[in-house]
């Protein structure tokens, strides 16, 4: 038997009289790594705000290890280990890389604001843990040697993963990447893929990533779930999806479909 | 070489533009009368002996000095000699300016009307009582041996002999935190600290005694709005709620420590002490209280409605219902002052340690939480609410505790403020109040503590000692700031991220182990 983390029953999130998800079922393996494709506008990032605690599904509900997010504000969800990142990056921007990682441990620490005051021995032992884990993770992404660089001033790519490594600081058990590789060049890309999948092989992470760039999609995905016009049309395989008459129509409408299938057919073996 | 030369000259005339505001406000002989003071003349004269003038010359220079040996990595003769060059040239300044006062007093102008310290004794004494030509020369050579000083001065900061006896024990990974940390600010954090504490160690013991009852109270004054300022800038500038108001809980501790602490209007006589602690706490309560509304609220709502606040509380003591509960507009008097070991505090002098006693704690208490969870998750707020959330800080907790501690601190000053003045009436709380706080914090840099204090000397201490223009004080006030604020807009000494240094050794280099959660 298959142990989901994410269970997701028939989601709906509307905004006024659209519909941005409608009746969305999603399961996602432990340990694995899923991936959400579709158009633009498909209600992908609205899916991942529902999971995350942005958003308050109108209908359906959404089981986070077995247990429902529904009510939980995104703090308390992040504490039960769930973290994400963001599609358009969301940094603090005047602190430094390793404060941003140490703002993401945020939920494990045990020290409160009169631990700060006297120094007490709690305070000592969770900042030195906290710096040293900061670090490791900085490390981890291949930011060290920024460690004290203030975040706004990384460079685009070192922003992404810095971004990842925040995510990290609580020890997720699911992470949720929105379009990692956005615009970054082919090396950079497979740096990140390398690291995504680094992260759940070595830390058992599962990784829910929403991607528009295929080749990655179809490289490092486990499973594949494609939205268009916030309804699920299609979740399987990479190599399912990628013959998905749905999937094909979805991306390049039926004309462009039928094109598609004549390529194919020409297509030598 | 040339543009060397530049670099140095730029700070020289920086420190002369300082030094002839200086002098044009009498500032110079004030300096002198404190050094005359502090080496022991119990009764100095307004015009006090050359050398302590002199005295004066030399920390000018060595300050236009410092400003142009820094960032330099030269050998020690070439930063000497920058240093030199600047002082040489803040000194021609002086020199000029001395050369304009002679001729004033020679031609025996009246300029007195605007400039009212420049008297024929002033003018006299600022020449060292000597030639006007030897008073000039004499000035342009204690500036420069000032810069050569504070050239020479850096320099041997800089060395590295220095540096490693500095940087001795505080390497790489300590198993404390504050080690950690103190490595952490790195070695400019360092030199501020050490450089400011003996600064204000000096100032804690020595000048209370020595500056008279007026300097007390004015310094009184800027050191009370430090504390202001410090808890402002708890809910200000590390949680980035924008509190317009803020007097309004300083108005809390003023009163808590009138109404427990006066004959009138309740005849209450509790004691300072335990006013001060219920109005710390009264003031914090409220704190809580405004909070709770506000947590749905950002930006520029959640300032409408402090101002609001703000101006409740104010008209509230104003009102002619509760002038039976409060004293209404004419505003309570003779608050009793505080009493330790059976000595009661009556003079300037007492509420002035006193009062760096509360600056003090502040600090303490500001920085200590700026570096700790609870700090980074106020400033990780101020970057972005949703997203501070969503990495796991509980937000509504932490900005409540952060107009808590505010407020505290607001009401601390607030009781403090009230008993040393013997008295507090509404007006004293006014919306002009809370601005002024908020633009010290602004002036002096959003979030650091060195610019708090700035900040509070500029726009409290700054309007006393510009008193000498007299009309044209609010002008002159007005022009620093404006110039002030153009040249650094981060405000004056904006506060900085702590550097942190602990090495990954090699062999430990590996990501963290994954830990289940429970």
């Given at each position: 038997m298959i142990d989901y983390i994410i269970r997701a029953k028939e989601v709906t999130k509307t905004f006024g009289g659209l519909?941005?998800?409608?009746a969305v079922d999603l399961d996602v393996a432990e340990g694995s790594i899923y991936s959400i494709i579709g158009p633009n506008g498909a209600g992908k990032t609205t899916l991942f705000n529902c999971i995350s605690g942005f958003y308050t599904p109108e209908q359906g509900d959404i089981l986070f290890k077995g247990k429902s997010?529904?009510?939980?504000s995104t703090d308390v969800i992040a504490s039960r280990g769930l973290s994400r990142t963001y599609q358009n990056i969301r940094l603090f921007?005047?602190?430094?890389a390793l404060e941003n990682v140490m703002v993401g441990q945020q939920s494990r620490l045990r020290e409160n604001w009169l631990d700060a005051i006297v120094h007490s021995p709690t305070f000592r032992r969770e900042e030195r843990n906290s710096i040293v884990e900061g670090m490791k993770w900085l490390d981890f992404v291949g930011l060290l040697e920024f460690?004290?660089?203030?975040?706004?001033?990384?460079p685009y790519g070192a922003q992404r993963r810095l971004e990842i490594a925040r995510a990290l600081g609580n020890r997720p058990s699911l992470l949720l990447l929105d379009e990692?590789?956005?615009?970054?060049n082919p090396q950079e890309t497979l740096r990140m893929t390398a690291l995504i999948r680094k992260l759940r092989d070595a830390f058992n992470i599962t990784i829910i990533l929403i991607e528009h760039d295929m080749h990655v999609v179809m490289d490092i995905s486990d499973r594949i779930t494609v939205l268009d016009f916030g309804e699920k049309i299609a979740e399987g395989k990479p190599g399912e999806i990628q013959t998905n008459q749905k999937v094909i129509e979805a991306y390049l409408g039926s004309g462009g479909a039928a094109l598609a299938q004549k390529y194919q057919r020409k297509k030598p073996q | 070489m040339n543009t060397s030369l530049r670099k140095s000259i730029r700070p020289g005339a920086t420190i002369g533009i300082v030094h002839i505001f200086f002098v044009l406000i009498g500032f110079n002989m004030l300096v002198a009368i404190l050094f005359a003071r502090v080496s022991g003349v119990k009764q100095p004269d307004?015009?006090?002996?050359?050398v302590y003038l002199m005295a004066y010359s030399i920390t000018m220079g060595i300050w236009a000095g410092v400003a142009a040996a820094q960032k330099r990595k030269q050998e020690f003769r070439q930063v000497a000699f920058a240093g030199c060059v600047a002082g040489g040239f803040a000194g021609i300044m002086a020199g000029l300016l001395e050369f304009g006062l002679a001729i004033i007093l020679v031609k025996n102008i009246n300029v007195r009307d605007v400039?009212?310290?420049?008297s024929a004794n002033f003018i006299k004494g600022t020449l060292f009582g000597m030639q006007p030509a030897m008073g000039v020369m004499v000035t342009v050579m204690l500036f420069a041996l000032g810069g050569t000083l504070g050239g020479a001065l850096v320099a041997f900061w800089n060395s590295t002999p220095f540096q490693a006896f500095l940087n001795r024990g505080i390497?790489?990974?300590?198993?404390?935190v504050q080690k950690a940390q103190g490595v952490t600010h790195g070695k400019n954090r360092l030199l501020w600290q050490i450089a400011s504490i003996s600064l204000l160690a000096l100032a804690v013991v020595f000048l209370p005694l020595n500056w008279g009852s007026y300097w007390n109270y004015v310094l009184g004054t800027v050191g009370l709005y430090v504390v202001l300022g410090l808890g402002l800038n708890i809910a200000v500038?590390?949680?980035?709620q924008l509190v317009l108001g803020f007097i309004a809980f300083f108005a809390i501790g003023a009163y808590s420590m009138a109404l427990l602490n006066a004959?009138?209007?309740?005849?209450?006589?509790?004691?300072f002490w335990p006013a001060l602690v219920l109005g710390v706490l009264l003031a914090a309560v409220a704190g809580l209280l405004l909070g709770l509304p506000l947590m749905r609220l950002r930006g520029d709502y959640l300032a409408i409605v402090t101002l609001g606040f703000g101006e409740i509380i104010r008209i509230l003591l104003k009102s002619d219902v509760l002038t039976a509960y409060?004293?209404?507009?004419r505003g309570i008097q003779n608050i009793g002052g505080p009493t330790i070991f059976g000595r009661p505090f009556v003079t300037d002098v007492d509420f002035m340690y006193l009062i760096i006693g509360a600056m003090l704690l502040a600090m303490f208490i500001y920085s200590r939480l700026q570096n700790s969870r609870t700090g980074r998750a106020w400033l990780a707020i101020r970057e972005d609410e949703t997203v501070a959330r969503a990495s796991g800080v509980n937000t509504v907790r932490y900005k409540l505790l952060a107009l808590v501690i505010g407020a505290a601190f607001a009401g601390l000053a607030g009781a403090i403020f009230a008993s040393r003045n013997q008295f507090t009436g509404p007006?004293?709380?006014s919306l002009m109040a809370s601005i002024n706080v908020l633009s010290l914090i602004i002036v002096g840099g959003l979030g650091s503590i060195p610019g708090t204090i700035m900040g509070a000397f500029a726009l409290k201490g700054l309007p006393e000692i510009l008193r000498?223009?007299?009309?044209y004080r609010l002008l002159a006030f007005g022009a620093l700031l404006v110039a002030m604020m153009l040249s650094k807009p981060d405000g004056f000494i904006p506060s900085r991220r702590p550097k942190f240094q602990i090495p990954i050794q090699p062999e430990t280099r590996e990501a963290p182990k994954e830990q289940d959660h429970d």
């Open positions: 519909t941005a998800v409608n997010l529904k009510g939980s921007s005047n602190l430094t460690s004290n660089a203030i975040a706004g001033s990384l990692p590789t956005a615009g970054m | 307004a015009i006090p002996a050359p400039l009212t310290v420049l390497r790489f990974t300590k198993d404390s500038g590390l949680s980035g004959p009138l209007p309740y005849h209450l006589m509790w004691g409060t004293g209404g507009p007006e004293e709380h000498e223009f007299e009309n």
